[in-house]
Structures are given as C-alpha cells and as structure tokens.
C-alpha cells in the first residue's frame, strides 16, 4: 500500500469535522478505507516500508511508526490509502519522497 503526503495546512474544512481543528497528526483515508464516513475519528498506525521510487530509497526514518486520526476524505485522484499531514508524514519518513509504501492497522 502507498501512502502521500496531504495538502499543506490548514488542514480545514475536514469531511468529518468542518472547521474543528483536530490537530496535526491527521490523515484524509481513500474509498479503500473510507466506508461512507464512518472511518472518522478512527485512529490507525502508519508504517514506513519503504520507498516507492529511485529517488528516495531509503526514506523511512525515526521510528517509522506514527499514529494519526482520519478527518477527511482523501480526493479524487488519491494515490494512497492514507493520505498523512505533512507532520505525521515527517515522523516516518523524508519529506522529499512523496509517496512511500506502508502497513497499517486500526
């Protein structure tokens, strides 16, 4: 599974709490996920496999595990299950790869 970074904050509105913040350690989920909304507030943990291209090899770092919240629902054209903030993205990995491929569970 891969995994991207979210847009860059703010991070409102949200598809689950509008213009509440719920902090930086969030995550938008895809259909794979979603389940009509009801993956909102779910908290899942992320973790770094490994990188999805040449340019980045190598990109897990830290733990490699973080621990994020679904508000939103990623958009079309998503190319991950779990579409992390730029925070939580960094705890795992280079910011710089973009796209890394990952395990979760809820």
């Not at 970074?5 to 598809?15: E, L």
């Not at 903030?85 to 809820?106: K, M, R, T, W």
């Amino acid at each position: 599974m891969a995994l991207q970074v979210k847009n860059t904050p703010p991070y409102m509105p949200s598809a689950c709490y509008g213009f509440e913040d719920q902090g930086v350690m969030i995550a938008a989920a895809s259909e794979a996920i979603w389940n009509n909304g009801a993956a909102c507030g779910q908290l899942y943990q992320v973790n770094c496999l490994s990188g999805t291209n040449a340019g980045t090899p190598m990109p897990c770092q830290g733990r490699g595990v973080v621990v994020v919240k679904i508000v939103d629902h990623c958009p079309a054209g998503c190319r991950g299950t779990i579409d992390l903030s730029q925070e939580a993205f960094a705890l795992i990995a280079d910011p710089n790869s973009g796209v890394i491929n990952i395990s979760y569970q809820q």
